[in-house]
């Protein structure tokens, strides 16, 4: 795994969860697909139990064993291994968070809690701070997700002075359209050097434009050498083959 001191950025594949055809889970294709991933796609970061990977419908003991053999797996190969640990139990979202520090995963990220929700940011944040001080070496991620949440916090309002409550907090995984309230994360707090990783796949060249700084999406386990090279570039500031890429990516059907 990568040091400490290295920032998350580029492309992170948000890894599916295998299962056998009985609806268990299939750990003996973990390093096959970790290896996958780094030869054939360019992809060296993955983030595990997120929505692709179906997190919050495993049980915490399938979480634990999951995330455990990504880290067992990605050893060596993996830049980043980060672990998705929220739930609707604070002690389950602890738990997870703790064990992934444990295990040696590389950061945790964490979901609003969407059944009973944060009513305004200080509850929100006082939900984040907890489960952050379980894992207090491990750089901590928010994944901002309201679509599915239901939680309308907007993620520049979040950023606004979460370092105070959240020390370890190292960024966000924005999966939302809001490219205002994108653009305002970045350009107000730039200097917090924050990861910004994108999580809306067929819309990356525009959060590229406003100052993403990675992404993190399920496309990337099929198409990283594709957005790879669209990353690329755009980096040379070649901007109509990087369309030509992310025109690809709109056409490509998505795994349900």
């Given at each position: 795994?990568?040091?400490p001191?290295?920032?998350?950025?580029?492309?992170?594949?948000?890894t599916i969860?295998?299962?056998?055809?009985?609806?268990?889970?299939?750990?003996?294709v973990?390093?096959?697909?970790?290896?996958?991933?780094?030869?054939?796609?360019?992809?060296k970061?993955?983030?595990?139990?997120?929505?692709?990977?179906?997190g919050?419908?495993l049980?915490?003991?399938?979480?634990?064993?999951?995330?455990?053999?990504?880290?067992?797996k990605?050893?060596?190969?993996?830049?980043?291994?980060?672990?998705?640990?929220?739930?609707?139990?604070?002690?389950d979202?602890?738990?997870?968070?703790?064990?992934?520090?444990e295990?040696?995963a590389?950061?945790?990220?964490?979901i609003?809690?969407?059944?009973?929700k944060?009513?305004?940011k200080?509850?929100?944040v006082?939900?984040?701070?907890?489960?952050?001080a379980?894992?207090?070496?491990?750089?901590?991620?928010?994944?901002?997700?309201?679509f599915i949440?239901?939680?309308?916090?907007?993620?520049?309002?979040?950023?606004?002075?979460?370092?105070?409550?959240?020390?370890t907090?190292?960024?966000?995984?924005f999966?939302?359209?809001?490219?205002?309230?994108?653009?305002?994360?970045v350009?107000?707090?730039?200097q917090?050097?924050?990861?910004?990783?994108?999580?809306?796949?067929?819309?990356?060249?525009s959060?590229?434009?406003?100052?993403?700084?990675g992404?993190?999406?399920s496309?990337?386990?099929?198409?990283?050498?594709?957005?790879?090279?669209?990353?690329?570039?755009?980096?040379?500031?070649?901007?109509?083959?990087a369309l030509?890429?992310?025109v690809?990516?709109?056409?490509?059907p998505?795994?349900?």
């Amino acid at each position: 795994m990568a040091s400490p001191k290295k920032k998350l950025q580029g492309l992170v594949a948000a890894t599916i969860t295998p299962m056998t055809e009985h609806g268990e889970i299939n750990f003996s294709v973990i390093g096959q697909y970790v290896d996958y991933l780094v030869e054939k796609q360019g992809v060296k970061s993955v983030f595990v139990n997120g929505t692709t990977g179906e997190g919050l419908s495993l049980s915490v003991s399938e979480r634990r064993r999951v995330a455990e053999e990504w880290v067992t797996k990605g050893r060596n190969k993996l830049d980043h291994v980060v672990i998705h640990v929220g739930a609707l139990s604070l002690k389950d979202s602890q738990e997870l968070a703790k064990h992934a520090a444990e295990i040696g995963a590389d950061g945790i990220a964490v979901i609003a809690p969407f059944f009973l929700k944060p009513r305004n940011k200080d509850d929100l944040v006082d939900f984040l701070k907890e489960v952050a001080a379980a894992a207090p070496e491990l750089p901590f991620y928010y994944y901002h997700i309201p679509f599915i949440t239901g939680v309308k916090i907007r993620a520049e309002e979040l950023l606004d002075g979460i370092q105070e409550k959240v020390p370890t907090f190292g960024g966000l995984k924005f999966s939302d359209t809001d490219f205002l309230d994108f653009g305002q994360c970045v350009d107000q707090h730039r200097q917090q050097q924050f990861a910004f990783l994108f999580g809306v796949d067929e819309q990356l060249l525009s959060a590229l434009v406003m100052g993403a700084t990675g992404a993190v999406g399920s496309t990337y386990n099929y198409l990283g050498k594709k957005t790879n090279q669209m990353l690329e570039a755009f980096e040379r500031k070649d901007l109509s083959s990087a369309l030509n890429y992310q025109v690809l990516e709109c056409r490509r059907p998505k795994p349900l």
